[in-house]
């Protein structure tokens, strides 16, 4: 697997190499009757093509981009890791930056107002 083969959190390894060999345009049906059992690997979770992209019900997919494209629109939060993870400096004085266990993350704790 090539380091280049993960973006955005979504690693799709070998599958990118046969997407991008496809002769395009192609229907949803054709891609996936021929790459729809493939696995991609995000974050924790793998999904196979079929289960990420046939909900969306296209006609034809004219290039690789626009395959990529549908899978990343479908992919969710699962690929980016930790939400609101930053290796920056903590926080200068007057500066509003998120934590961790954001109102919009799972497992928050609750928080005590003053």
């Excluded at 190499?17 to 974050?43: K, T």
């Amino acid at each position: 697997m090539t380091d280049d083969s993960r973006e955005l959190g979504v690693e799709l390894g070998d599958l990118r190499d046969d997407l991008e060999a496809v002769e395009y345009p192609i229907s949803q049906d054709d891609l996936l009757d021929e790459h729809g059992d493939r696995e991609v690997d995000f974050g924790e979770e793998t999904m196979t093509l079929e289960e990420l992209i046939g909900p969306m019900n296209e006609d034809e997919y004219r290039d690789y981009g626009s395959v990529e494209q549908a899978i990343m629109n479908m992919v969710g939060d699962e690929a980016i890791g930790r939400k609101n993870y930053s290796d920056r400096t903590p926080p200068a004085a007057g500066e509003d930056r998120q934590d961790e266990g954001a109102p919009e993350q799972e497992g928050q704790r609750e928080q005590e107002s003053f």
